[in-house]
Every structure is written in structure tokens, then in C-alpha cells.
């Protein structure tokens, strides 16, 4: 089936978790081309891009209070296995499919998506690319996306980064297109509010030590306890039992029970952007909330109580100007970002947001309206490249080498059942429990 062009076009999102789907989805309407002004004005009552979104079904998949927190609009939104995915792409138009999942999930469905595609002489253009700072397994991650139209990076760094990793191993790394986190905006910060909000950005992996994580919850209640007058709020992305992009195994929620915080010391979900705009002071190891922060240039620190570490992803930011002690916040310091830094990281505090993703924008278009459509999908990992590597990657999410579906592939022409949609119930919840308690227990006795 040939792809479509409607007036608005039509973009297939497949995210694996929370964090992914916002990424993506709020990507996908950035990098959308602009429809006519024929169809704009025929749609002006509902703008933007047509988004179908597609949840992969495993250890992260959403819940609805994650995806109600993500605050992220769509035209309509389904949980799907691997291959229900591929049977819908190739049964349905798009102008875009971009690929929110991990790198071996990304190279799965560009082997997938090759297969179903291989006869058309039309197809979508594929996006994919990173949801936010990349510390670790640069080379691993990069080549699993390779293949896609478009490989996003989320900053000028990162696209140096992305073409030198492509270019050294004799990829393409014509796909590399240099844009920003599509979730940073915002009101500028204003200077300090009372009473000042000091927040806490927690990371579900960093650290992973209930050591480490105990230190840093402790910190935090002190700091609460010697300034009564500031309130200290300990911003948490899951409840226990939910999972995001990262496996949490030492819930702050289950550890803060040991502890009697101060009244001024509160846990708080929801949108990061909403507790932002009552923040003054953002603390954190290395979340990408520290770039949401810089961007709207609210006071931004990045801990090294623990050491700079790559393990930490904390050594990122070195050279940021915002590394700091909490010892250095308790006595009143404030860091002040490095603007080359800050602007190297698309953070584009300077008011060049808006345009970061026009360029995105005009190669998609570009591909869109290229004669004799799109070449087939490329990826560098074949079976000639990666012999060892890539069956097991495709295998995992039941492909075959030749990314056709392998014999018993769970797939389903309807909803799940009753005794089945209980059976997954079950079964994510013994996951969890294993995550959240019998794997500490575990890795404890190995310590002894």
C-alpha cells in the first residue's frame, strides 16, 4: 500500500515506556512538515500532525496514570506486541514512523519494517533517536539505530558524537540530524519565590545502591531540616510497582519510611514541567531535568557527592559549571552555567529554541516528496556484519534473521481476553516483584 500524503500528515509512534512515549510523541509534532494553507485553515480547529500511537507490550509499558502524567495528546493510542506493530505498518499509510525504544527494539523494527516494506515502491520516512542526555554505550546504542532515515540528535555535541561513531566504523551518518529535547519550554525563571522550592530530581537507576540512595534521601531531609522556611520536595517519575525507561529497585517511597522528614518535605509526582515552574533551586545526579532547568535558567546543580562518574552519568556534565557538593548548598553556594557549555547541549536558553527543529523538518519533507520514493531500509547489523549479535537481537522481539515473523510469534487479530489480559496482569506484577524484591535480597546474600 502506497504511503499517503494527506494535507495533515500521518505519524505512527512505537514508544516502550513513559519517558519514550513523551519523547516521541512530542518529537513527532515538532518534526512534522507544515500542512497547506488550505488544509490549515480547513483544520484549524484541531492543528497539528494526525498521531497514532502504538505501546510496546513489556516490563515498562505505561500504566494509565504514567501516560495521564505524560499529558501527551494523541488520535488514538493501542498496546501492541512486535509484530502487531509490523502487521499494522503494513497494512496501514504513514508519512512518518519514528521509533521511541530502545536501541535493540529500534533494530528489530528497521528489520521488521524492511521486510514488510521490501515491495512497496512508497514508504514512511523512519525517525529515531535518543530521549535525552546519552552517557553510556555510545557506539552500541548509535549502531543499533543505524538504518533509520533520520537518527535525532539532541544537541550539537551529540551530533558530532553520532557521525564520528558512524563514520569510523564505514556507516552513512548522512542520517545524523542535529535538533533538542522536544520537551523543553516553559516561562523563564524570575529569581526566587516565596517560600524558595528546592527540588530533588530523582532517577529510578542513579545511583543503584540503596547506600548511595539512602545517602542522598538523608542529604535531602537535612537540607529541609536546616532551612524550615524553604519548601524541599523529592520529585518522583513512578510509584512502586510501576517501571519507567530505568528499573527502580530501591523506591525513595520505600526508603523514606525509615525516616521523619520535616512538614516543609514532601513527595510529589506529575509533569516535571509543571513542578518546575515553582522551582528555584533544581538539584539532581544527572537527570535530564537538570537541561529542562537550564533551559528555563533556574538555578541548577549537579551533585558530585557520590564522585563524577560515568556510572553516575554525572560526568556529562562536566565543564557545565553546575557540578556542586551538598555540603557547597547547605553554606549557600549557587552554581553559574558555562553559556558555550549550556549551548552546546541544545538546551538554547538563548531563544533559539523555536527553530531547532527546522531542519529536522525540511529533510522529512524533502524524503516525503523524493521521485521514485525512498530507497529500502539499511541498517550497518546484517547477518554478513553481525552474525553473532543480530539474531539474538531479532529473536528477542520473535523475528527471524531475515526480520519475518518466527513461528508462534505472540500476535493477536483482536483485544485480549479476559483470562488472558489476567494472565498479563500476573505476569508483569511477579516481574516487578522480582525487581523491587527479591533481586536486592539476592545481590545482599552475594555480598555476605
Known amino acids: 500500500m502506497p504511503v499517503s500524503t494527506p494535507k495533515r500528515p500521518r505519524i505512527a509512534v512505537l514508544a516502550d515506556s513513559d519517558t519514550r512515549w513523551k519523547w516521541g510523541a512530542l518529537t513527532a509534532d515538532r518534526i512534522a512538515p507544515e500542512p497547506s ?34 499529558g501527551v495528546r494523541a488520535d488514538s493510542l493501542r498496546e501492541v506486541t512486535a509484530v502487531e506493530f509490523l502487521r499494522a505498518m ?45 552517557y553510556e554505550k555510545l557506539a552500541d546504542g548509535l549502531l543499533l539505530r543505524h538504518g533509520a532515515d533520520l537518527v ?53 537507576s542513579v545511583p543503584d545502591s540503596r ?17 524550615p522556611e524553604r519548601e524541599v520536595l523529592l520529585k518522583l517519575r513512578s510509584k512502586p510497582g510501576e517501571h519507567t525507561t530505568h528499573i527502580e529497585e530501591l523506591p525513595y517511597q520505600k526508603l523514606v519510611q525509615r525516616l521523619d522528614p520535616p512538614a516543609n518535605f514532601r513527595l510529589v509526582y506529575g509533569n516535571m514541567g509543571e513542578v518546575l515552574d515553582r522551582t528555584d533551586l533544581l538539584v539532581t545526579v544527572s537527570s535530564t531535568a537538570a537541561l529542562e532547568s537550564l533551559h528555563r535558567r533556574i538555578p541548577t546543580v ?48 538563548d531563544g533559539s529554541y523555536d527553530s531547532a527543529f527546522d531542519a529536522a523538518r525540511g529533510r522529512i519533507a524533502e524524503l516525503l516528496g523524493r521521485p521514485g520514493g525512498l530507497p529500502p531500509l539499511t541498517p550497518y547489523y546484517t547477518p554478513v556484519t553481525a552474525p553473532g549479535y543480530l539474531p539474538g537481537i531479532l529473536a528477542r522481539h520473535h523475528l527471524g534473521p531475515d526480520g519475518t515473523p518466527l513461528p508462534g510469534a505472540p500476535a493477536a487479530d483482536k483485544d485480549p481476553g479476559p483470562v488472558r489480559q489476567i494472565v498479563r496482569r500476573a505476569a508483569r506484577g511477579a516481574y516487578r516483584h522480582g525487581v523491587q524484591r527479591v533481586a536486592p535480597v539476592i545481590r545482599r546474600m552475594g555480598e555476605l
Open 152 to 204: 535525532l540528535a539532541n544537541s550539537r555535541q551529540d551530533a558530532d558524537r553520532f557521525r564520528a561513531v558512524y563514520e569510523g566504523v564505514g556507516a552513512d551518518a548522512s542520517a545524523v540530524t542535529e535538533v533538542a529535547l522536544p520537551f523543553l519550554g516553559g516561562a523563564p525563571y524570575e529569581g526566587q519565590r516565596e517560600p524558595c522550592t528546592v527540588v530533588f530530581a530523582a532517577q529510578p
Open 90 to 134: 503494513a497494512e496501514e499509510s504513514y508519512d512518518i514512523v519514528l521509533l521511541s525504544l530502545v536501541g535493540g527494539g529500534v533494530q528489530a523494527m528497521l528489520h521488521g519494517l524492511a521486510r514488510v516494506w521490501e515491495h512497496r515502491t512508497q514508504r514512511p520516512v523512519v525517525v529515531t533517536g535518543y530521549v535525552g542526555v546519552v
Open 37 to 70: 494553507m488550505e488544509a490549515a485553515s480547513r483544520d484549524a480547529a484541531q492543528p497539528g500532525p494526525l498521531l497514532d500511537g502504538f505501546l510496546l507490550r513489556g516490563r515498562a509499558t505505561p500504566t494509565p496514570r504514567q501516560l495521564r502524567e505524560v
Open 211 to 227: 547506600k548511595d540512595r539512602t545517602y542522598l534521601l538523608n542529604r535531602l531531609v537535612q537540607h529541609a531540616r536546616r532551612h
Open 302 to 349: 549537579v551533585l558530585t557527592d557520590l564522585g563524577i562518574r560515568e556510572s553516575l552519568g554525572n560526568h556529562h556534565f562536566v565543564g557545565s559549571g553546575c557540578l556542586a557538593s551538598w555540603d557547597q548548598l547547605d553554606a549557600g553556594h549557587r552554581p553559574v552555567p558555562d553559556e558555550e557549555w549550556v549551548a552546546r547541549q541544545g538546551v538554547a536558553a
